[in-house]
T-cell receptor, first 114, second 112 residues
């Protein structure tokens, strides 16, 4: 089974801090994704990576950056955290582009910015 | 996502069938997915269907696709309390097949 592991289930940080969310997958997947989930809005894509050191902006990249130095690890960075970034963050991975390659999700990190 | 719409809530009695509906707008969608999210957890892939299929069955789950009406449904037979969760419909748009567009999710509550 695919395993996507997010480093923290719950995280509390202060406004203005630099925050790192880490995600690791163990299935040698090419693609990795970061989403945020807010009630009534479903999932919104923040950033996507299709290879090491490669990234693309999703629908809501403002205020975030990402890093993919190794194939199995994808980090989401909040450069200067703000209260409107309080949310549930979900990481996902998939084997390759092309249909029929479902995304597999981690358990999520619930981030609170005070 | 504004491209995928779902009703927000569904209440069903234990043992009955649940039907969760979804509509999408992109006629070039290639794959459509159903995910389940239990409280405090991530999304679990339940099933998916290719757009050239009308139906897919997997144990208690039946997916029906009406491509003409751009309507997808998930039927859960003999609904159990463990089926209480949020169910997300998602599509792979034909133009960008790495992305998934998600609906807002349907919260299913199973009552005894």
């Amino acid at each position: 089974d695919v395993k996507v592991t997010q480093s923290s289930r719950y995280l509390v940080k202060r406004t203005g801090e630099k925050v790192f969310l880490e995600c690791v997958q163990d299935m040698d997947h090419e693609n990795m994704f970061w989403y945020r989930q807010d009630p009534g809005l479903g999932l919104r894509l923040i950033y996507f990576s299709y290879d090491v050191k490669m990234k693309e902006k999703g629908d809501i990249p403002e205020g975030y950056s990402v890093s993919r130095e190794k194939k199995e690890r994808f980090s989401l960075i909040l450069e200067s955290a703000s209260t409107n970034q309080t949310s549930m963050y979900l990481c996902a991975s998939s084997r390759t582009t092309g249909g029929g390659q479902p995304q597999h999700f981690g358990d999520g990190t619930r981030l609170s910015i005070l | 996502g504004e491209d995928v719409e779902q009703s927000l809530f569904l209440s069903v009695r234990e043992g009955d069938s649940s039907v969760i509906n979804c509509t999408y707008t992109d006629s070039s969608s290639t794959y459509l997915y159903w995910y389940k999210q239990e409280p405090g957890a991530g999304l679990q892939l339940l099933t998916y269907i290719f757009s050239n299929m009308d139906m897919k069955q997997d144990q208690r789950l039946t997916v029906l696709l009406n491509k003409k009406d751009k309507h997808l449904s998930l039927r859960i037979a003999d609904t159990q309390t463990g089926d209480s969760a949020i169910y997300f419909c998602a599509e792979t748009p034909g133009s960008n097949d790495y992305k998934l567009s998600f609906g807002a999710g349907t919260t299913v509550t199973v009552r005894a």
